[in-house]
């Protein structure tokens, strides 16, 4: 697996993806909508190619030279003048850096059978990738740690996790839990979070991101849904020394300041695992390190449920 400072896009072989694309989300909503809800026929692989080209930002002639074909035959498959191999579409679908979930919609449109298989995480077939999972978020403690989905919903957490979630809203803590609502709902972590503004805008930027990396319309109606939480706006941008941007909530009277990374598998051929993220929280300062310590012996301490 591999980690990436304070930042997560689509499981790759990095935890982040820097690419090309500076749409933002309201402006991309329309055309995805349109390109995902209409009850018409099932759009051609042309079609798809050309909205993921473009979402890149790269002309044909630009993907033409990096699949290392001409410009004329990418011309002519995006027009449905020429139908693409199935070595094609993948070879294309690498050089955009389509999710993989996506790509297999590539492969039906271009009337080929899915090749990435999309098990659930308690498939035994990804028995080894669950264990690293629930190792890695021991291992983490007495430090908080958890693992989300491609719509950041909580997959899996360590002990750390519950005790900074005590006297959240029982609603916001329902299976599916969302992180990112959980952050931003004033009924949540919130009034809590004592860098609010700071915190919360960062979100939104990764957010902002990934929706432009995925085009996924259940990001993009996440992202509207949390623009509308009453969460000031950031007043100063952030320090030129700063090297990380910090979570510091309030626990009781005392305020504990973490900084994160995010972790993704770094080879994944199963969709599930190429959505999969695990999201670390290491202490900030000595002051949160003890407290942290203090909590995890107060847990060890208490009885075991039956």
């Given at each position: 697996m591999t980690s990436e400072v304070m930042d997560r896009g689509p499981a790759r072989v990095v935890a982040l993806r820097h690419d090309n694309c500076h749409v933002h989300p309201d402006a991309m909503t329309t055309q995805i909508s349109s390109a995902r809800t209409t009850p018409a026929q099932p759009f051609p692989i042309g079609h798809h190619?050309?909205?993921?080209?473009?979402?890149?930002?790269?002309s044909q002639l630009?993907?033409?030279?990096?699949?290392?074909?001409?410009?004329?035959?990418?011309?002519?498959v995006e027009t449905g003048r020429a139908a693409?191999?199935?070595?094609?579409?993948?070879?294309l679908a690498e050089r955009l850096d389509v999710p993989l979930r996506e790509r297999n919609v590539l492969l039906v449109a271009a009337g080929f059978a899915p090749m990435f298989s999309q098990r659930p995480l308690d498939?035994?077939?990804l028995g080894a990738a669950r264990q690293a999972v629930d190792t890695i978020l021991k291992a983490h403690e007495p430090s908080p740690a958890l693992a989300i989905d491609r719509h950041w919903n909580l997959v899996a957490a360590n002990a750390m996790v519950t005790p900074l979630l005590h006297g959240i809203a029982p609603d916001l803590l329902a299976p599916p839990v969302n992180v990112l609502r959980l952050s931003f709902h004033p009924q949540g972590l919130a009034p809590r979070i004592v860098n609010l503004a700071e915190w919360c805008a960062h979100l939104l930027e990764r957010l902002h991101r990934q929706c432009e990396v995925t085009a996924d319309t259940e990001l993009l109606k996440l992202y509207h849904e949390l623009k509308g939480y009453p969460v000031p706006a950031r007043r100063t941008p952030v320090a030129t020394d700063a090297v990380v941007v910090p979570f510091r909530m309030k626990l009781g009277d005392d305020v504990l300041s973490f900084i994160?990374?995010?972790?993704?598998?770094?080879?994944?051929?199963?969709v599930t695992l190429s959505e999969l993220a695990i999201e670390t929280f290491f202490p900030a300062d000595e002051f949160t390190a003890r407290r942290l310590r203090a909590m995890a012996s107060t847990l060890r301490a208490a009885p075991t449920k039956a």
């Open positions: 190619l050309r909205q993921w080209r473009q979402r890149r930002h790269l630009d993907l033409a030279g990096e699949a290392e074909i001409s410009a004329r035959h990418l011309s002519f693409p191999s199935r070595d094609m579409v993948l070879r498939d035994p077939a994160s990374t995010t972790m993704v598998f770094g080879t994944p051929i199963d």
